[in-house]
């Protein structure tokens, strides 16, 4: 089975687990908390892959790290997954579980990439305009800046995109005139 597919499996079974303990929020707070720290440190993703680390000490490096941090539903989470021998899988299911979560709450991530910086008024138009389609409740804006755009801006969402980019225009222009 896929790592995706477990990691998905494994992050159900903690979101169903947070609902029935009514620490939802909380659990999500720390899973970002979670990702975070795995991103700003690729050597703790390392050895929780690594099947020559012992899992008691992946448990104890995951208690030294997050314990006063993370709830201790999150903490018994981590451990029962280590013993389990499903380590390696924790980064992806700790995505999956942001990615759950956001499905159920109608969060959706909008990233953009424009030539300039976006002012706020344009910001509050994209994010009314994806509200509106997709009817999601929440949109977190991720917003990059790109001068080789020219002009225009991308917006992706999900596994959509919508390009109106001037570099974009001017590419299409080039194959039409090409044949």
Known sequence: MSEIKVAGRYA???????VENNVLAESYNDMILFEKVVN???????????????????TGILSGIFAGKVSKLTLSFF?????????????????????????IKGIVTADVISATALGAEAKAEIVAIVKRELGAKEVIFNEKVDDKLIGGFILKVGDKQFDASI????????????H
């Open 12 to 18: 159900k079974s903690l979101i169903d687990l947070s």
């Open 167 to 178: 570099a974009n225009s001017l590419s299409k222009l080039k194959k039409e005139l090409a």
């Open 79 to 103: 451990t029962i997954v280590v013993k389990k021998g499903r380590s390696s899988i924790l980064f992806a299911t700790a995505k999956q579980f942001v990615k759950q979560y956001n499905q």
């Open 40 to 58: 700003d440190t690729p050597e703790l993703e390392a050895i929780l892959k690594n099947p020559i680390v012992p899992l008691d000490k992946k």
